[in-house]
Every structure is written in structure tokens, then in C-alpha cells.
């Protein structure tokens, strides 16, 4: 058996059932024969876009995703979108193939340095009898380091003898850390006595499992529950659900905010957009809970690190609690639930829609009522999240992805495609600006390839909002922000898809009724006010 053989064959007996990429000498031998032997293969446009694409589907499913390109400038072509990838701390394997033995092949380079410059782990295949090895070795490190790991599978050893392999072994995952009994007693001691606590919970809360544990602490201590952006959805349904911790979130969950004494943060970074650059935070006790104790004090103080897993913690708290008979020491989160069920989110702000825009809020407000409630939400960056990100919300933190770690706008279609490839049988929706769509817009042709249920909303403001609002405040034009564009509908129809634009309310109704009944990718321009949103 030739090692390409090998390799095909390893990859699906490692489960990966697709893998996303692009062609070329080093990888297309392989690939053939992955899909000769049933596995999918789904092709990008651009090689950034499929490692977008391979990161998007690793973060909607919580598996490792599988990336395959070529060499040279294969490689250089991802580099941002492997730093996002990186950012986020992805599962995700990306195969590329040093070229031939031959000093002066004009694709030659450094791969390693490359895998590194992005913050990415590196892997060689050294030797044809090691590629099974160095697969499984590569999916494993994915795993522990929670980072991308590019492996480099040289294109001179692909026709080789594979000869004696080892078995393929499966990833295991680290086994979850118990609090230690000084720092529990420690984060208690605090607990106990604060009136108004809010427990936080992030992505890490929701990969370990621990929703049903933080409601039962947030009821035994009287406190809200929250989350960060990304673990949006977590506590849906529960009367003391303020929402998003952090700049974005609504009225009655800033005067929470405002109100809490204390903040135990279950797997959460507590970064500078969830604490605004410790504005949110300042005057408050902090616990924090992390299974990653070089999380402790970077962005804020610490009080109480505990160093464990959150599902772990909650419910030794839980136990310690219930063995003291301990009971809420004061009856704050009751008037935070009253307010909470009284609100109405159109009159958390001012309608400032026009005669041929509309107000980026009230949109999303209005989208999140009619886009299908089973749905996967991937946002891309830029001003109009200020808008979105409140009021168009996902079920759940697994069905929210946030292309966005490194700020680079753009990189949301291709996350979307992944996301979509993921949960074929739901809706994926795409939050995207007009110049984030611009950079990679060619990319929607392989969902119309692909034909995902793929719905993009396209926040229009015919400008580069932060440059906008940036130039405004150095006293500049902000008119030299202003972007000329196709038409979208025009581009997107010629590309096979749906399309349609919204400058009203009265507009969205139907975005409602073509996003129920998806053959293919939907896309919805959404004209909005580059003055407004400042």
C-alpha cells in the first residue's frame, strides 16, 4: 500500500467524514482516494476560506475538523485565517505537503515557521512507515492544545511503500480537574456573604456540561445567571437570565450589572469585551473558575481563582452549600426577574429607521422572530454587531460561532459554510457587514454547490463603519469611509442563490418565508444608515 493510500484510509478510519480544502500536487493524490473510499470532500475557492471553513465545522460540531491544501502559497493564503483559528482555540488539523526534494522549487518555504508565526502547532510525517502515527499524533495535540496543528505530509513521500503501520489512535480528551478544597473554601467564603451575586457563565461552563449545576447554584445563592457572547443561550428560558455580561447587554442586564456585589465567572476569560476593560467588574468580588490557571488576573484581578473544571466546581459548591443549609442573604434577583419579564426588547431603544434604511436593532429584532427558531448563528466583525449581536440571538452556545477572534472582518462566510456543512438539517445564519462580505464573496458559490440552507444578512451601510466612526472622531470626513458596491442581489442571483433587499420592517416578513423552506444559500440586503449607527 503507497502512503497516500495509507493516509486516505487512516483519515476515515479516525471518523473524519469530511474534509475541506483545495487541491493541488500535494494533496490531491490522498484526496482522491479518501473520496474514492466514501469520504466527503467540500472545496473552497480560496484556501483561506477553507481552513474558515474546516474551523467553522470544528466549533458548530465540538469535533476536529480536517483541513487539506497544497503547498507554498497554499499555505501563506490561510495565515489569517489559521491566526483566527488559533485565537479561538480550534480543534483543527490542517494538512499541507512540503514540495518536491529540489532546492530550488520556486513554491519552496518554511512551513514550520509559517505554522508558527500563526500560533499554530507543527507536525512532520518523518518517515513513510510513521503516517499513521504522526496523523493520530497530530489529532491528539489538536485535542490537548487546543489549537490548530498543521501537519506537513512531504509530496516526494506520497508514491512510497507505507509498509508496517501502527493501528490508528483515537484522541483522548483531558480528564476534568476537581477544586482543590483551600480554594473552594475560599470562592465559598466569598459566595455566602454577597446580597447580589451574578453567576457567569462561558464557553468553557458550556463545554464541560455545567447549565443545569449553575442554575442549581444561582437559585441556592439568590444570583442572576449570565453568560459571555459566545456562550449566549446557555440559560434560555430561566426567569434570572440577564443575558450577555458585558457592553452588549440590554437594559435590564446593565442595571443587574451595575447592581451585582460579586461575579463567579465559570469558564470564562473575563476579557475586556466581557468586563469593558474592568469598568463591569470594578467593585465587585471576582471568583474565578478555569481549568486554565494562566487565565488568573491577565485581563483583571482575581479574588478567588479555582483552578478545575466547571462542571466540578458548581456542584461541590452545590454540595457544600446543601450541607450547610445555606439559604440567599438577600432578595435582589426576585426584582431582577419581575423586570426581566416585563421587558419588551423594542423599547429598549429609539426606532431610528429612515424612509430607505432601517435601524440595525430594530432588524434584528424583527429577523429573530421570523428566521427558524432551529438555527446556527455565525457573525462576522464589524460596527453593526453593536446592533446585532443583542437582539438576533442563537438557541444555544453550540449553535452561536463567532468569527472574530482576531478582528480581521471577512473570514464569516467561510465559518459559515463550515457551520452550515456541520447541521445541514437547521438553518445557518450568516451577521455579516458589506466589506466583510466583499473580501471573500466569491466563496458563495460553493454554497450554492453545496446547496446549504444558508441565510446571509447583510448589514449595508455602503461604508467601513469603524473607519467611519473613527475618522469622525479625529475630526476628518468621515464620507472617505463611504465604498462603492455591486449590486448584491444582482451578484448574488448571478451566482445561483436567492436574494432579496430590505429597507423596512415590512421587508422582513419575507426573509421569514424564504428562510423556511431553503434549497440553496438566501441572501438579504439589508440597507442601513452609515450615520446613524456612530
Same mark, same amino acid.
Request: charged share 20%.
Given at each position: 500500500m503507497k502512503v497516500h493510500e495509507q493516509f486516505s484510509e487512516s483519515l476515515l478510519e479516525h471518523g473524519v467524514d469530511v474534509v475541506f480544502?483545495?487541491?493541488g500536487d500535494a494533496n490531491l493524490?490522498?484526496?482522491a482516494g479518501y473520496m474514492d473510499r466514501g469520504g466527503r470532500f467540500v472545496t473552497a475557492a480560496h484556501e483561506a476560506n477553507a481552513v474558515g471553513m474546516g474551523d467553522g465545522w470544528s466549533r458548530r460540531t465540538g469535533r476536529v475538523g480536517v483541513v487539506s491544501l497544497t503547498h507554498g502559497p497554499a499555505l501563506t493564503n490561510a495565515?489569517?485565517?489559521?491566526?483566527?483559528?488559533?485565537?479561538?482555540?480550534?480543534?483543527?488539523?490542517?494538512?499541507t505537503g512540503s514540495t518536491p526534494l529540489e532546492p530550488t522549487h520556486f513554491q519552496r518555504m518554511d512551513l514550520s515557521a509559517t505554522a508558527i508565526t500563526a500560533g499554530a502547532g507543527f507536525e512532520v510525517v518523518t518517515k513513510p512507515e510513521n503516517v499513521v502515527r504522526h496523523l493520530s499524533r497530530a489529532m491528539q495535540r489538536t485535542v490537548a492544545e487546543r489549537r490548530p496543528i498543521v501537519l506537513d505530509l512531504p509530496i516526494w513521500m506520497l508514491d512510497a511503500e507505507a509498509g508496517k503501520q501502527r493501528a490508528v489512535a483515537l484522541p483522548q480528551s483531558p480528564a476534568p480537574q476537581t477544586p482543590d478544597l483551600d480554594s473552594l473554601d475560599d470562592a465559598l467564603g466569598i459566595l455566602v456573604s454577597s446580597p447580589r451575586p451574578i453567576i457567569l457563565a462561558g464557553r468553557?461552563?458550556?463545554?464541560?456540561? &455545567? =447549565?443545569? &449545576?449553575?442554575?442549581?447554584?444561582? !437559585?441556592?445563592?439568590?444570583?442572576?445567571?449570565?453568560?459571555?457572547? *459566545?456562550?449566549?443561550?446557555?440559560?434560555?428560558?430561566?426567569?434570572?437570565?440577564i443575558g450577555i455580561y458585558g457592553n452588549l447587554a440590554h437594559p435590564v442586564g446593565s442595571g443587574a450589572i451595575g447592581e451585582a456585589t460579586c461575579v463567579v465567572a465559570f469558564g470564562a476569560s473575563l476579557n475586556p469585551l466581557t468586563t469593558y476593560r474592568g469598568e463591569l467588574t470594578r467593585g465587585k468580588q471576582i471568583i474565578q473558575v478555569d481549568s486554565d490557571p494562566g487565565r488568573f488576573g491577565w485581563f483583571i484581578g482575581v479574588d478567588a481563582p479555582v483552578a478545575a473544571d466547571a462542571l466540578a466546581t458548581a456542584a461541590a459548591m452545590n454540595e457544600a452549600l446543601e450541607e450547610i443549609g445555606h439559604e $440567599? #442573604?438577600?432578595? *435582589?434577583?426576585? %426584582?431582577?426577574?419581575?423586570?426581566?419579564?416585563?421587558?419588551? $426588547?423594542? /423599547?429598549?431603544?429609539?426606532?431610528?429607521? =429612515? &424612509?430607505?434604511?432601517?435601524?440595525?436593532?430594530?432588524?434584528?429584532?424583527?429577523?429573530?422572530?421570523?428566521? +427558524?427558531?432551529?438555527?446556527?448563528?455565525?457573525? %462576522?466583525?464589524g460596527r453593526y454587531i453593536r446592533g446585532t449581536l443583542t437582539y438576533l440571538v442563537a438557541p444555544g452556545p453550540?449553535?452561536?460561532?463567532?468569527?472574530g477572534a482576531f478582528g480581521s472582518i471577512g473570514l464569516g462566510?467561510?465559518?459559515?459554510? @463550515?457551520?452550515?456543512?456541520?447541521a445541514p438539517d437547521e438553518v445557518t445564519v450568516l451577521v455579516v457587514g458589506d466589506g466583510g462580505l466583499m473580501q471573500y464573496f466569491t466563496e458563495l458559490s460553493s454554497a450554492v454547490r !453545496?446547496?446549504? $440552507?444558508? #441565510?446571509?444578512?447583510?448589514?449595508?451601510?455602503?461604508?467601513?463603519?469603524? !473607519?467611519?466612526?473613527?475618522? !469622525?472622531?479625529?475630526?476628518?470626513? +468621515?464620507?472617505?469611509?463611504?465604498?462603492? *458596491?455591486?449590486?448584491?442581489?444582482?451578484?448574488? =442571483?448571478?451566482?445561483?442563490?436567492?436574494?432579496?433587499? #430590505?429597507?423596512? #420592517? /415590512? %421587508?422582513?416578513?419575507?426573509?421569514?418565508?424564504?428562510?423556511?423552506?431553503?434549497?440553496?444559500?438566501?441572501?438579504?440586503?439589508?440597507?442601513?444608515? $452609515?450615520?446613524?449607527? @456612530?
Amino acid at each position: 500500500m503507497k502512503v497516500h493510500e495509507q493516509f486516505s484510509e487512516s483519515l476515515l478510519e479516525h471518523g473524519v467524514d469530511v474534509v475541506f480544502g483545495l487541491m493541488g500536487d500535494a494533496n490531491l493524490a490522498y484526496l482522491a482516494g479518501y473520496m474514492d473510499r466514501g469520504g466527503r470532500f467540500v472545496t473552497a475557492a480560496h484556501e483561506a476560506n477553507a481552513v474558515g471553513m474546516g474551523d467553522g465545522w470544528s466549533r458548530r460540531t465540538g469535533r476536529v475538523g480536517v483541513v487539506s491544501l497544497t503547498h507554498g502559497p497554499a499555505l501563506t493564503n490561510a495565515l489569517t485565517n489559521m491566526v483566527e483559528a488559533v485565537r479561538a482555540n480550534s480543534q483543527l488539523v490542517i494538512i499541507t505537503g512540503s514540495t518536491p526534494l529540489e532546492p530550488t522549487h520556486f513554491q519552496r518555504m518554511d512551513l514550520s515557521a509559517t505554522a508558527i508565526t500563526a500560533g499554530a502547532g507543527f507536525e512532520v510525517v518523518t518517515k513513510p512507515e510513521n503516517v499513521v502515527r504522526h496523523l493520530s499524533r497530530a489529532m491528539q495535540r489538536t485535542v490537548a492544545e487546543r489549537r490548530p496543528i498543521v501537519l506537513d505530509l512531504p509530496i516526494w513521500m506520497l508514491d512510497a511503500e507505507a509498509g508496517k503501520q501502527r493501528a490508528v489512535a483515537l484522541p483522548q480528551s483531558p480528564a476534568p480537574q476537581t477544586p482543590d478544597l483551600d480554594s473552594l473554601d475560599d470562592a465559598l467564603g466569598i459566595l455566602v456573604s454577597s446580597p447580589r451575586p451574578i453567576i457567569l457563565a462561558g464557553r468553557g461552563a458550556h463545554a464541560a456540561g &455545567a =447549565r443545569d &449545576a449553575l442554575i442549581e447554584l444561582a !437559585e441556592r445563592v439568590g444570583g442572576a445567571l449570565a453568560t459571555t457572547l *459566545w456562550a449566549q443561550g446557555m440559560f434560555d428560558g430561566h426567569p434570572s437570565n440577564i443575558g450577555i455580561y458585558g457592553n452588549l447587554a440590554h437594559p435590564v442586564g446593565s442595571g443587574a450589572i451595575g447592581e451585582a456585589t460579586c461575579v463567579v465567572a465559570f469558564g470564562a476569560s473575563l476579557n475586556p469585551l466581557t468586563t469593558y476593560r474592568g469598568e463591569l467588574t470594578r467593585g465587585k468580588q471576582i471568583i474565578q473558575v478555569d481549568s486554565d490557571p494562566g487565565r488568573f488576573g491577565w485581563f483583571i484581578g482575581v479574588d478567588a481563582p479555582v483552578a478545575a473544571d466547571a462542571l466540578a466546581t458548581a456542584a461541590a459548591m452545590n454540595e457544600a452549600l446543601e450541607e450547610i443549609g445555606h439559604e $440567599p #442573604v438577600s432578595s *435582589w434577583v426576585g %426584582d431582577v426577574q419581575k423586570a426581566l419579564a416585563a421587558r419588551d $426588547p423594542r /423599547d429598549d431603544f429609539q426606532d431610528l429607521s =429612515r &424612509a430607505e434604511t432601517i435601524d440595525v436593532r430594530r432588524a434584528a429584532v424583527e429577523l429573530n422572530a421570523v428566521l +427558524p427558531s432551529a438555527r446556527t448563528l455565525v457573525h %462576522d466583525v464589524g460596527r453593526y454587531i453593536r446592533g446585532t449581536l443583542t437582539y438576533l440571538v442563537a438557541p444555544g452556545p453550540q449553535n452561536i460561532v463567532g468569527m472574530g477572534a482576531f478582528g480581521s472582518i471577512g473570514l464569516g462566510l467561510a465559518g459559515a459554510i @463550515g457551520a452550515s456543512v456541520a447541521a445541514p438539517d437547521e438553518v445557518t445564519v450568516l451577521v455579516v457587514g458589506d466589506g466583510g462580505l466583499m473580501q471573500y464573496f466569491t466563496e458563495l458559490s460553493s454554497a450554492v454547490r !453545496e446547496k446549504l $440552507p444558508l #441565510v446571509l444578512l447583510v448589514f449595508n451601510d455602503g461604508a467601513y463603519g469603524a !473607519e467611519y466612526d473613527k475618522l !469622525e472622531a479625529e475630526g476628518a470626513d +468621515p464620507k472617505y469611509s463611504y465604498q462603492i *458596491w455591486p449590486d448584491f442581489v444582482d451578484v448574488a =442571483r448571478a451566482m445561483g442563490a436567492q436574494a432579496l433587499s #430590505v429597507r423596512s #420592517v /415590512d %421587508d422582513i416578513a419575507e426573509v421569514g418565508k424564504l428562510a423556511g423552506n431553503l434549497s440553496g444559500p438566501l441572501l438579504v440586503d439589508i440597507h442601513i444608515d $452609515p450615520t446613524i449607527l @456612530g
